[in-house]
């Protein structure tokens, strides 16, 4: 397998398997602005260089989280 560039654009199914979510769980998200998205031609789109970014995101709110003891 080849090396993804950092501006790679994935598709929604994409997501979902990088995710391990549901495709409709990967929508929903996007629709209400949860994921950094964009969209083409009607369909969605991410930027992989923005989902790693947010993952670092989601991993440092979960780590404040506890921290907290709201966890």
């Keep these: 397998m080849s090396h993804p ?9 994409e997501v979902a398997q990088l995710l391990k979510v549901a495709e409709k769980t ?3 998200m996007a629709q209400r602005g ?3 998205a964009f969209k ?4 969605w789109r991410f930027k ?5 970014a947010w993952i ?3 991993k440092a709110a979960g780590r404040d989280d506890k921290q907290r003891g709201d966890v």
């Design 40 to 43: 083409v031609g009607g369909q």
């Design 48 to 52: 992989r260089v923005d989902l790693d």
């Design 34 to 36: 949860q994921l950094p």
């Design 56 to 58: 670092e995101e989601q």
């Design 26 to 28: 990967v929508y929903s």
């Design 5 to 13: 560039m950092s501006d790679e654009i994935l598709t929604l199914p």
